[in-house]
């Protein structure tokens, strides 16, 4: 695959190529944006995206789900509601193009809407988008856990899964920024081919807070999930420890569901009798 010969400005995402698909080489510490990869299906001008499904909205960007007709795959499409909301999406856009993990969305189209795009009442004509892979499962806080056995199932999923999604992203020089139980989806693989046996696994979403992972000061997050240092004056650490204490935290709550009603969790997480080995993981990631 040959790249395009320059670096394209994620900040420039209304001149993007909308039916670029992104292949991502790091080299030299550079982002290379190739492609495109797949063959077009569409007819040249024709819009990518249809039957759409509210998923949620935010204060920059409202989500939506939608198919792609061009691989026939659900996607999350995230759609800016003005130029504020515009430049947070660039910078999602760039920090998803270093997501190599299974267990991340994949980035997969950008620019910007249609002229006369509207989905029923809603306008969302010549607007910034971005579109990435639709990662399945329900957030971790409204998944019932029936026992201490699945509980201890989950425990081991989110460690397993979302480290290894931080760490592809914290390899990649990106922080996450809001590790919590709402931004970790879990869902069920059958085992072995066996519908009746299933193991859990977990997806890290929503990158719109990440940012540099050597930056010691964050851009934003959600205080409960943060290492209460940064309030008191003193150094929460990187981007990655920041990560890796909300991390933590977030294995606390599944370990001793109590810590859930905690008004200082970090305080009480690190007071917390934990079963092993996540005694010991916790100790480390909130220390």
């Known amino acids: 695959m040959k790249p395009l010969g320059k670096d ?9 190529p909308s039916k670029l698909t992104y292949n991502v080489l790091l080299s030299y510490s550079r982002l290379v944006l190739v492609g495109p990869s797949a063959p077009s299906k569409l007819a040249v ?25 061009l691989t026939g795959a659900w996607v999350a499409l995230k759609i800016a509601r003005g130029e504020e909301g515009a430049a947070i999406l660039a910078l ?4 998803l193009a270093c997501a190599a993990s299974p267990f991340l969305p994949e980035l997969v189209d950008v620019g910007r809407t249609p002229a006369a795009l509207s989905v029923g009442d809603a306008p969302l004509s010549s607007r910034a988008y971005l579109a990435m892979s639709w990662m399945p499962g329900r957030a971790l806080g409204t998944v019932d856990v029936a026992n201490d056995d699945e509980r201890r199932a ?7 899964d979302v480290g290894d999604a931080l760490a592809h992203l914290h390899a990649a020089g990106v922080a996450h920024g809001d590790v919590k139980p709402s931004n970790i989806q879990l869902f069920q693989r059958p085992i072995g081919g066996d519908a009746g046996t299933q193991s859990w696994h977990a997806n890290l979403v929503d990158l719109g807070l990440a940012s540099d992972a050597g930056s010691r000061d964050p851009t934003g997050g959600t205080p409960r999930y943060m290492p209460p240092e940064i309030w008191t004056g003193s150094s929460g650490g990187d981007g990655r420890a920041r990560d890796r204490f909300a991390l933590g935290l977030v294995l606390a709550e599944i370990g001793v569901p109590t810590l859930r009603k905690a008004r200082d969790l970090a305080s009480d997480a690190r007071a917390a009798t934990l079963l092993p080995p996540f005694d010991a993981w916790c100790r480390a990631l909130l220390s």
């Open 8 to 16: 394209w400005d994620l900040t420039a995402i209304g001149r993007l």
């Open 45 to 69: 001008g024709a819009w990518r995206f249809g039957s759409y499904e509210s998923a949620g909205a935010g204060v920059t960007s409202e989500v939506w789900k939608a198919r792609d007709r």
């Open 92 to 95: 999602e856009a760039e920090r």
């Open 154 to 160: 989950v425990a081991l999923a989110v460690a397993r």
